[in-house]
């Protein structure tokens, strides 16, 4: 993960995709759980997999969906927290939330990021 930039840089080449065609989605520790956060670009906000691809694609422009996973986890814990379980809560909300990440995908899709934009952001 904190590598992605190799893997996105590698196949952005190998099937000539254009950049406004890429979508990477990331999850977000600064957003509520679930929260949806769609970009046209941005820096990496201490997003080591975000500064990863920035750095291979020598841009911040590049489309960008965030999952917010939240913070909700003990001082040093980051990692324990981001590779951990989800909780009963948020395993509740979870299929309802992936559902609609796949709607604003498809969204970006069909109808191009200003109008993923503005259907989803912050949904």
């Known amino acids: 993960m904190n590598l992605s930039g190799n893997a996105v ?4 080449q190998k099937e000539n995709i254009p950049l406004e065609n890429l979508m990477i989605i990331a999850d977000d ?20 997999g975000l500064k990863s691809i920035q750095e291979q694609l020598q841009t911040q422009n590049y489309p960008r969906l965030r999952f917010g996973i939240s913070a909700e986890f003990s001082e040093g814990r980051q990692v324990d927290y981001v590779l951990g379980k ?7 909300k979870l299929p309802e939330r992936v559902e609609k990440f796949s709607k604003a995908t498809l969204s970006f899709i069909f109808a191009g990021i200003q ?3 503005t259907s989803f952001n912050g949904k």
Not at 33 to 43: A, E
Not at 86 to 92: K, L, P, S
């Open 115 to 117: 109008n993923a934009m």
């Open 9 to 12: 840089k590698f196949w952005l």
């Open 29 to 48: 520790l600064a957003l509520p759980f679930g929260t949806l956060r769609m970009k046209m670009k941005g820096s990496d906000a201490g997003h080591n």
């Open 86 to 92: 989800w909780n009963e809560e948020e395993c509740e």
